[in-house]
């Protein structure tokens, strides 16, 4: 799951099945069939040892080529990833637990035509997956790439390209691996990822010929997703409940991690917090390197609940959200009791900001 389909398959059967710059995608099963070359009308009934003796995967020699193909982390494994394709393309009522995996297949064990359209499905949704679902970059930082091959002075190689928005202009591109890993660590874990299974239909939904998606539709799913997801915790704008959001460790990460991914967006589109926008140097340092980490799972009080001594409770009031944000425990943990003045001091002198609500906070 880690690099991109295209490359698991000889150069060849690359070109049949994904066209001369790998964009493409075929019309249907037979079309695979023939791009791979083979044929299941024989009247030969392999066994499961010969099939993974003969398999067609590609493997490659080239050292260069191993590089690039090995530049990413998936955020799920394949089994997984099986169960979301069913679950979207064959019965909703499928189970996303990974150890229900055979279970889930009965519904369509012996059935051939709809065991044909999964094979089929199967490829067309890990493109989609590959395209525009966010990796893990050797870097550290979130990915949304398509994989391109070229030809360039005969020197043929391939590279990855900003799924959207190739001249950055419109910051598109970098939106969309924004929400799509606020998303993701809000659900770090391989199972249960409904936002991932309702972000593959939304893919299917929008997708054109070639699987060309438009990414501003996306992105507007995505956000209505969103608003539906904090509507489950929270309750509809006319029935909105603040003390869902007054509970102190007890408030979902989704939600913190919801604020931040609209603070980065409307301040990095130009409003200002408080009178506070991106004009301001140190808040703008922070938003410019910021992103989402898997290790935000920690709620931190800002004013602490007890005093520095951590003799005397200092009353329900800082269970309130405003004092409230993500960060890892490791921080957490070293900050404990320290003042808010304190805290700000510990961010300033470390240029540390693993919450964008904490960074605005520092320079209020």
């Known amino acids: ?144 790439l398509t994989l391109e091959y070229y030809d360039r002075y005969r020197n043929s190689s391939f590279s990855y390209n900003n799924s959207f928005d190739n001249d950055e202009l419109s910051g598109l591109n970098k939106q969309l691996a924004m929400i799509l890993s606020m998303f993701h660590v809000s659900h770090p874990a391989y199972v249960y990822k409904r936002w991932l299974n309702r972000s593959l239909a939304i893919l299917n939904t929008l997708a054109l010929d070639e699987l060309n998606v438009e990414g501003k539709a996306y992105l507007s799913a995505l956000e209505q997703l969103s608003h539906e997801f904090l509507s489950e915790i929270c309750g509809e704008k006319e029935q909105f409940s603040v003390e869902a959001l007054h509970r102190g460790t007890g408030v979902q990460n989704f939600v913190f991690d919801l604020l931040d991914y609209r603070l980065w967006r409307d301040l990095t589109a130009g409003q200002s917090f408080d009178g506070k926008g991106l004009n301001n140097i140190d808040i703008k340092k922070h938003f410019e390197g910021f992103q989402f980490s898997p290790s935000r799972t920690s709620v931190e009080h800002y004013f602490p609940q007890t005093d520095p001594s951590g003799a005397n409770k200092m009353g329900d009031d800082v269970h309130r959200f405003g004092n409230l944000c993500l960060i890892s425990p490791s921080s957490n943990s070293r900050l404990s009791n320290y003042s808010s003045a304190d805290k700000k001091k510990f961010y300033a002198e470390t240029e540390r900001a693993e919450s964008l609500k904490q960074a605005i906070y520092d320079e209020l």
């Open 1 to 144: 799951m880690s690099r991109y389909v295209q490359l698991g398959f000889s150069s060849e059967a690359r070109k049949a099945l994904f066209g001369e710059k790998w964009l493409g995608f075929p019309a249907d099963f037979e079309a695979i069939k023939c791009a791979i070359g083979t044929n299941g009308d024989t009247g030969d009934k392999p066994t499961l040892v010969s099939i993974i003796k003969n398999r067609r995967f590609h493997h490659s020699d080239d050292d260069d080529e191993k590089a690039k193909e090995q530049r990413f982390d998936s955020i799920i494994d394949f089994s997984n990833f099986l169960l979301y394709v069913l679950k979207v393309t064959v019965d909703d009522e499928v189970s996303l637990d990974d150890k229900k995996l055979l279970q889930a297949f009965e519904v369509i064990k012996n059935d051939r035509e709809k065991i044909t359209l999964f094979a089929f499905h199967l490829l067309k949704f890990r493109i989609l997956f590959d395209r525009y679902i966010i990796k893990r970059d050797q870097d550290e930082r979130w990915s949304l």
